[in-house]
C-alpha cells in the first residue's frame, strides 16, 4: 500500500520507520529494531520529511522531539498499518515456514529459561524466515499500552489479578522454592518458617508500577517480613550472587533448577505454602483474530505445557 505526494510515495515501511521513530526518537535505536542501517533510516527520514513536508523530528537540549504535526499524524499512522494487517490477514491462512514477520514479545526476566529456550527452538524450526523480538519489562515500561499500540504482540507475566482489559490465556503454572547456596548452612537440614524470617533475603526489584508480585502479596497476607538485604535490578542476577553467602532468593522451581546446573546452588522447599505462580499470555483485540498471532499464542501455549511435562 502506497500514497503518492509528488514524486515521492509513502509506502508502508514509511509508515513503519514514521511510528518507531515517534515512539523511540532515535535514528539508531529505530534502525535496531527494524533490523536496519542507520543510514537506511536516515534515508527513510529524509524521504518522511518530503512527503509530509515537516521536519517530523527537532533536536533539542534532551533529545529529538516530535514536532505537532507529527504527533497528530502518528495516531492516524498507526491506525493504517493496523488496517493493512487486517486487511492481509483477514479470512487468510498463514504459513509461518515463509513468513519474514517480525514478532515482539514482552516478558520479566524471572521467565524460565527452560521456556524461552523452548519457545525459540520452536520458533526456528517452524518460521527460519521469520524474526523474534524478546523484550523485557522493566518498572516503567507500560506494556498494556504497547500492546494497544501495536509495539507489542503479547506480553506474559504472573499478575497476582491480571488486567481485565486485555485477552489472555495461562502459560504455565510454577511451584515457589527458595534457592541457596549449596554449602549455605540450612542447604542439609531445610529451612523452618523462623529461618526464613531470619535469614538474609535477596529480593528483585519490581517489574510493574502497577502490580504487586505473588510472593510480596502473600508475604503481607500473612504477616511474615522477611529482612531484605540486596535488592537485585536483574532477576537473572540474583541466583550468581548466591555463592559463598548466607543468602535465600525466593522464586520459581524451573528458574532454580536451570541455576543448580549452573552454579554450585541449592534447591530448598519453602517453609510457606505459596500458591503456584501462574504466567499468563496476555494480549490486545486488535490482532485476537489474526491468524499469525493465534499461531505465536498456540506455540506459547503448547511450549508452556511442554515444560510443565517435562518437569
Known amino acids: 500500500m502506497s500514497t503518492r505526494r509528488g514524486s515521492e510515495t509513502l509506502d508502508t515501511y514509511l509508515l513503519k520507520v514514521f511510528s518507531i521513530l515517534m515512539t523511540e526518537r532515535s535514528v539508531s535505536r529505530t534502525a535496531l529494531k527494524l533490523n536496519q542501517s542507520q543510514p537506511a533510516i536516515s534515508v527513510a527520514l529524509k524521504n518522511l520529511r518530503q512527503i ?36 492481509l490477514e483477514a479470512g487468510g491462512v498463514f504459513e509461518p515456514g515463509s513468513s519474514r514477520q517480525v514478532f515482539r514479545i514482552g516478558s520479566p526476566d524471572y521467565l524460565a529459561p527452560a521456556f524461552a529456550a523452548a519457545v525459540v527452538a520452536r520458533f526456528r524450526r517452524e518460521a527460519p524466515q521469520a524474526r523474534l523480538v524478546l523484550h523485557s519489562l522493566g518498572p516503567d515500561f507500560d506494556f498494556e499500552h504497547s500492546l494497544a499500540e501495536g509495539e507489542l504482540d503479547v506480553v506474559i507475566g504472573n499478575w497476582p489479578e491480571p488486567p481485565d482489559r486485555m485477552h489472555l ?9 527458595c534457592l541457596v547456596a549449596a554449602d549455605h548452612p540450612l542447604a542439609r537440614r531445610g529451612m523452618t518458617l523462623e529461618d526464613y524470617r531470619r535469614v538474609p533475603h535477596v529480593v528483585p526489584t519490581p517489574y510493574s508500577i502497577t502490580q504487586r508480585g505473588m510472593i510480596d502479596t502473600v508475604l503481607t497476607s500473612l504477616r511474615i ?44 522447599e519453602s517453609p510457606i505454602e505459596f500458591p503456584p505462580m501462574r504466567f499468563y499470555q496476555l494480549w490486545h483485540a486488535r490482532n485476537h483474530h489474526a491468524p499469525s498471532h493465534q499461531w505465536l499464542r498456540h506455540l506459547l501455549g503448547d511450549c508452556g505445557r511442554g515444560v510443565l511435562a517435562r518437569g
Do not use: C, N
Request: hydrophobic share 45%.
Open 52 to 87: 509530509l513536508q515537516d521536519p517530523l523530528l527537532v533536536r533539542e537540549k534532551g533529545g529529538m522531539v516530535p514536532t505537532d504535526r507529527a504527533l497528530a499524524i502518528l495516531e492516524h499512522a498507526r491506525t493504517a498499518l493496523s488496517s493493512i494487517d487486517s486487511m
Open 225 to 268: 517480613q522477611r529482612e531484605e538485604f540486596i535488592e537485585a535490578q536483574s532477576f537473572m542476577l540474583a541466583p550468581y550472587l548466591l555463592p559463598g553467602t548466607d543468602l535465600v532468593f525466593t522464586t520459581t522451581r524451573h528458574f532454580a533448577r536451570y541455576y543448580t546446573e549452573l552454579l554450585p546452588l541449592t534447591v530448598l
Open 169 to 177: 490465556s495461562v502459560l504455565l503454572e510454577d511451584e515457589i522454592v
